[in-house]
């Protein structure tokens, strides 16, 4: 795989006072960066409690449709339980995955306590998220989800318009039907909304070197990442490979996640036993 140097620019420069202390990494504030670092280590989302891997098993590259590559290879299930054998206790799915079966099925012969599941809808209908809602539960064969977040969020004033789903969401909680409840970003505006509302117990965001595909320049993302921290908010990253376009330069991009120090955790979708090996792997060397 390819070990080389940051890509050369700005995005290059702001990705290497990641990795080290220096005159960069000192005016954006960012800690430096202490010891190994291991895909199984536990770590805590925020002020939820919620204690977790640091890496998630993503379940939904290229997921649309009810379907992504995870589901559509018919390895998911060994794949998730070979992971949890492997430390990996986050499981990352959607409704349009169509992963919930897959997980259900892998988390049966697991321990339900030592599991975090999370979860995305899609719906923006009060009455709809809550039918939503019951129906994951029977497909994911549990009493609870750990984390449901709003997924795709886009507009910045979703505080506004998807309240009614909010306040499901906040009902569920309340009921113990849900542990956390959060929203995935997809525009800066949505983005900042989520920072400043105490809604938001976790987010889902997207973060890379180069800055593809991402709501602003990472610089600008961290920024507003590290409001959200200030808060206790939980912190998940997403599109750690650049939604495929760093897939061979994985270790630069792992560094990169680990340098920042504002995530709590990330994921990532491994297709395969081998692929997920060197992903633990990988994060170990970085």
């Not at 299930?77 to 054998?85: H, Q, W």
């Not at 509302?197 to 507003?224: C, E, F, K, Y």
């Amino acid at each position: 795989m390819n070990r080389r140097k940051f890509i050369s620019g700005a995005v290059a420069g702001i990705g290497a006072a990641y990795l080290a202390p220096g005159p960069l990494a000192a005016a954006i504030n960012l800690p430096a960066r202490q010891g190994k670092a291991e895909a199984s280590d536990t770590v805590v989302l925020g002020k939820t409690g919620i204690r977790t891997s640091r890496l998630a098993m993503g379940t939904g590259t290229n997921g649309v449709g009810s379907a992504s590559n995870q589901t559509r290879s018919g390895e998911l299930t060994r794949l998730l339980r070979t992971g949890y054998d492997r430390g990996l206790t986050f499981f990352d799915t959607a409704d349009a995955y169509g992963s919930h079966p897959e997980v259900a099925e892998a988390v049966s012969h697991l321990p339900r306590e030592k599991v975090v599941i999370m979860t995305k809808c899609d719906s923006r209908d009060p009455a709809q998220a809550k039918a939503d809602l019951d129906r994951y539960r029977r497909e994911l064969k549990t009493d609870y989800i750990d984390i449901l977040l709003m997924h795709y969020v886009r507009v910045g004033n979703w505080t506004e318009q998807y309240k009614g789903v909010m306040d499901v969401f906040s009902e569920a909680k309340e009921k113990g039907i849900i542990r956390a409840h959060g929203v995935s970003c997809h525009t800066i505006e949505a983005l900042r909304t989520a920072a400043a509302s105490p809604w938001v117990d976790i987010d889902l965001v997207r973060l890379n070197p180069i800055g593809t595909p991402m709501d602003a320049d990472p610089q600008t993302v961290i920024g507003v990442i590290k409001e959200m921290r200030a808060q206790g908010k939980g912190i998940v990253g997403m599109k750690i490979l650049g939604a495929g376009a760093m897939r061979t330069r994985q270790d630069e991009a792992i560094r990169f996640a680990l340098g920042t120090g504002v995530l709590d955790a990330f994921t990532i979708g491994a297709e395969s036993d081998a692929e997920q090996a060197d992903l633990i792997r990988r994060i170990r060397a970085a």
